[in-house]
């Protein structure tokens, strides 16, 4: 259980071009959703939290007119790069928060690797 | 700002022994605790959580943690070349949903 898919896995684009990452939570209701980046040899970094039906929680130093966020439904959020430049190229994963009594586990997608050129 | 912590690495154990990794993060108001394993290229892989002092144990894993010193460690024992990874340790703040995460611990297995 708690499998999260993401989609594409990998996509090249050019440089003022938008992407649409979509992250997935497959057997399970996921109320909140986040949204890291990593860069080469970085750790991950949070970029947002998202929660369905309200607007999302930006982290300091994230645009969120550049990263719009949309969790539309129980199971879906999606990240769209707008007017991706080389910078934004890096790993992103998301991940979707299950609930129990007292555990927050997160579960990550496989990760999308963009590549602006 | 919240900081958690980790050795960089490379860590290098031979096969079969004890590996020990060690995470301290700055937040006293932590709540949840994490360890996620996370291959070349690919996302973390949730390895083991602990919400309360004092050790859990999982197979080959044992968290470890000590909120007043505001250290959480990682045993892995019979070490095996598949756990050749970095890990990474993950912190959940009080009052707040998203984790942050150490750079993280690069550790080699030695057949």
């Known amino acids: 259980g708690a499998v999260v898919s993401q989609h594409p896995s990998w996509v090249i684009c050019k440089s003022g071009t938008s992407v649409k990452i979509e992250c997935r939570s497959l057997?399970?209701?996921?109320?909140?959703m986040f949204w890291y980046r990593q860069f080469p040899k970085q750790s991950l970094m949070l970029m947002a939290t998202s929660n369905e039906g309200s607007k999302a929680t930006y982290e300091q130093g994230v645009e969120k007119d550049k990263f719009l966020i949309n969790h539309a439904s129980l199971t879906l959020s999606t990240l769209t790069v707008t007017s991706a430049h080389p910078e934004d190229s890096s790993f992103y994963i998301c991940?979707?928060?299950?609930?129990?009594?007292?555990?927050?586990?997160?579960?990550f997608g496989p990760g999308t690797r963009l590549t602006v050129l | 700002q919240k900081e958690v912590e980790q050795n960089s690495g490379p860590l290098s154990v031979p096969e079969g022994a004890i590996a020990s990794l060690n995470c301290t993060y700055s937040?006293?108001?932590?709540?949840?605790f994490f360890w996620y394993r996370q291959y070349s290229g690919k996302s973390p892989e949730l390895i083991m959580s602990i919400y309360s002092n004092g050790d859990k144990e999982d197979g080959r894993f044992t968290a470890q943690l000590n909120k007043a010193s505001q250290y959480v460690s990682l045993l892995i024992r019979d070490s095996q070349p598949s756990d050749s990874a970095t890990y990474l340790c993950?912190?959940?703040?009080?009052?707040?949903?998203?984790?942050?995460f150490g750079k993280g611990t690069h550790l080699i297995i030695q057949p």
């Open positions: 937040d006293r108001g932590s709540q949840s």
């Open positions: 991940s979707a928060k299950t609930t129990g009594r007292v555990t927050d586990t997160q579960y």
């Open positions: 993950a912190v959940r703040g009080g009052g707040a949903d998203g984790l942050t």
């Open positions: 057997d399970f209701q996921a109320t909140t």
